[in-house]
């Protein structure tokens, strides 16, 4: 069972470049969304997306940029890296409920370790 | 500004002793709350879930207990064992809005000692 699938799982990169994390579910789940882990920072959300061609900015959006052109794929990309920027990113997806209803379970991806030189 | 807080980043219980993991939260507009476990190297998994019309909620070996009046949120692991050695991050929805838009604490590590 793949799961949510993150790659890559480490990546180095100078202050400037850019990249992209990508992130794949195979749940056919409707809700994706990007966090980011820090030291005594906890998760924070980045962008989230509630279905293909709707995306949506979290608390830390700044720096990032996402699209969802399928079901399945949810990038994350980062236009000009910075040392700030340095972090482990998680990828998430559930089904969607409407407003009011319980909570879908939150599957996670196992994590992408990014350093920025 | 940290809307959900664990204010306790580690946590230190003899094996089969009860461990108490507690949060706060700095204000009313949540609906769900939820404790995902994280072990090294690897993504958050959910563990349990409680509305914000209960006050428990159990599981097995987990319980987690909602005090609504004092913003407080707490899970109960009994008895503790060493495979539950992992950082625990509690976490909150907001009504209305994104279904699964989650707000997470910054996490308490617990350590179960043999």
């Known amino acids: 069972n793949a799961g949510v699938t993150q790659t890559p799982k480490f990546q180095v990169l100078k202050t400037g470049q850019s990249m992209t994390l990508q992130c794949a579910q195979d749940?056919?789940?409707?809700?994706m969304s990007w966090y980011r882990q820090d030291p005594g920072m906890g998760l924070r959300l980045i962008h989230y997306?509630?279905?293909?061609?709707?995306?949506d900015q979290g608390e830390v959006p700044n720096g990032y940029n996402v699209s969802r052109s399928t079901t399945e794929d949810f990038p994350l990309r980062l236009l000009s890296a910075a040392p700030s920027q340095t972090s482990v990113y998680f990828c998430?997806?559930?089904?969607?409920?409407?407003?009011?209803?319980?909570?879908?379970?939150?599957?996670f991806g196992e994590g992408s370790r990014l350093t920025v030189l | 500004d940290q809307q959900v807080k664990q204010n306790s980043p580690s946590l230190s219980v003899q094996e089969g002793r009860i461990s108490i993991l507690n949060c706060d939260y700095t204000?009313?507009?949540?609906?769900?709350f939820l404790w995902y476990k994280k072990y090294p190297a690897e993504g958050p998994t959910f563990l349990i879930s409680?509305?914000?019309?209960?006050d428990k909620n159990e599981d097995g070996r987990f319980t987690v207990f909602l005090n609504k009046s004092a913003k407080h949120l707490s899970l109960h692991i009994v008895p503790s064992q060493p495979g539950d050695s992992a950082v625990y991050f509690c976490?909150?929805?907001?009504?209305?809005?994104?279904?699964?838009?989650?707000?997470f604490g910054t996490g308490t590590l617990l350590a179960v000692q043999p």
């Open positions: 998430a997806s559930s089904y969607s409920v409407a407003s009011g209803e319980e909570m879908g379970e939150l599957f």
């Open positions: 749940m056919n789940h409707e809700y």
């Open positions: 997306s509630v279905g293909a061609g709707i995306t």
């Open positions: 204000n009313s507009m949540f609906d769900y």
């Open positions: 409680i509305s914000s019309i209960k």
């Open positions: 976490a909150a929805r907001p009504y209305g809005g994104a279904t699964n838009k989650l707000i």
